[in-house]
């Protein structure tokens, strides 16, 4: 038997290199993480804006767009100080999430005709 004969008697296991079957990743890319997104550090988590805090011009923007014309209505309606509501408007401290979470759902529903 010569050396063709040999090469077509043999089932081959290789693959062409262009061809890479779909559960192989390529080596530069970066493992899937199965963690649950909770689990995973926050550099690593999705960022989603509406999760974000809020700067003093969209705080501003949505007290008007509420209808609240002073921080004291803003603060009352939900349930802080003043002084903190004058903190976030300053800039000085940053707008919790809850809150600022709470203000753009109020703002998309007040956007909704009911």
Known sequence: ???ADA?????TTER????RPTDERPSDARPRDERPIHERPMQERPRDERLASMSPDEL????????????????GAIGVSR?????WLEGKVGVPRPVAMLLRMLVAA???AF
Do not use: C, I
């Not at 090469?7 to 089932?11: A, G, S, V």
């Not at 501003?60 to 603060?75: C, E, F, I, K, V």
């Open 7 to 11: 090469k077509t008697d043999t089932p």
């Open 1 to 3: 038997m010569d050396d």
């Open 110 to 112: 007040q956007r909704r």
């Open 16 to 19: 062409p290199t262009d061809e």
């Open 60 to 75: 501003r923007t949505a007290m008007r767009t509420l209808g609240y014309r002073t921080q004291n209505d803003l603060a």
């Open 83 to 87: 002084s903190a509501v004058s903190l």
